[in-house]
């Protein structure tokens, strides 16, 4: 039985889908300046380079935790047409941590990316909802820059150039989307289990984007920007629980699924494919790199 489960999940890994070719791709490379140059350097294309940044999103500080020098390991797929498909692998080291998550589908479960463990990498938010911005101010008491006075700052502010794309950090119902006071254009998105994440100063709101919409994490639900109070382009943003503020960098983050039994079993298959194929084919974009 192992045998013929190694066989299948290796097929669905190499071999093309019906009715196009499927290439399975391998991409090394280091950071240096933002995430998305150095993954465009290393020829990943750039839907390929959002999911890595989501699954990297789940639990690290991209801010803090990611700096030049640290390296990175991918395979993705890429179709006949030219097409880029999804990550399959992520192999992600730093000089704190090392990283690695592999693409599976659980029996009668969604797609997700998990540790070697089993582990979903998945969580209910999160760490940071905007992609290539700076950390400018941490939650907890400070001297407001626009106000000139001392107050509790209820969030953290995430620098970036105007226009960045800012993401739903979980899936949620948006209870407020408009214009706010001080937050400038604000969206309120409550989400399970008395959760509720705030994005303020946005330039504009994402299409569509108002009160009684459900919105799936990573969404596009705004734009960096400077309304309201503020002193330059950046996010602010909360995270409230039972309508209590509390850090977003320090809020619990638990895994939403935890593979056992059978699917655990053909998961450790799977993920003896994935390694070996890592160790075994060479890097395949180098020629596409500009």
């Known amino acids: 039985m192992r045998l013929r489960w190694f066989c299948l999940i290796l097929l669905l890994l190499a071999s093309p889908a019906a009715g196009e070719e499927r290439k399975v791709l391998r991409a090394d490379g280091r950071i240096a300046g933002t995430l998305n ?31 030049g020098g640290d390296r990175f390991v991918v395979l993705f797929e890429r179709f006949s047409d030219d097409r880029p498909g999804h990550l399959l692998y992520l192999d992600f080291l730093t000089l704190k941590r090392h990283l690695t998550l592999y693409r599976h589908t659980p029996h009668r479960g969604q797609t997700e990316f998990f540790t070697a463990t089993g ?36 969030g953290v502010d995430f620098a970036a150039p105007s226009g960045t794309p800012v993401y739903a950090a979980g899936y949620g119902l948006v209870e407020v989307a408009g214009s706010r006071g001080g ?18 100063h946005l330039s504009r709101l994402g299409d569509g984007i108002k009160p009684g919409m459900r919105v799936r994490q990573g969404q596009v639900i705004g734009y960096v920007g400077s309304t309201g109070l503020s002193s330059g382009p950046h996010l602010h943003y909360e995270v409230r629980r039972d309508g209590v503020a509390v850090d977003p960098l320090a ?40």
């Open 37 to 67: 140059d150095s993954f465009g350097a290393a020829g990943i294309p750039p839907e390929v380079g959002r999911e890595i940044v989501t699954a990297l999103s789940w639990d690290m500080d991209l801010q803090r935790e990611i700096t």
């Open 119 to 154: 582990r979903s990498a998945q969580k209910d938010l999160l760490r940071t909802p905007v992609d290539g911005a700076r950390l400018s101010s941490t939650f907890g008491p400070r001297h407001h820059p626009v106000l000139g006075y001392g107050r509790q700052h209820q």
């Open 183 to 200: 937050y400038g254009n604000f969206i309120r998105i409550y989400h399970h289990h008395g959760y509720a994440t705030a994005y303020g």
């Open 251 to 290: 809020v619990a983050r638990p895994a939403t699924v935890e593979l056992e039994g059978d699917d655990l079993r053909r998961f450790k298959q799977a993920v003896d494919v994935y390694d070996r194929t890592v160790a075994t084919m060479p890097l395949a974009v180098a020629e596409r790199r500009p």
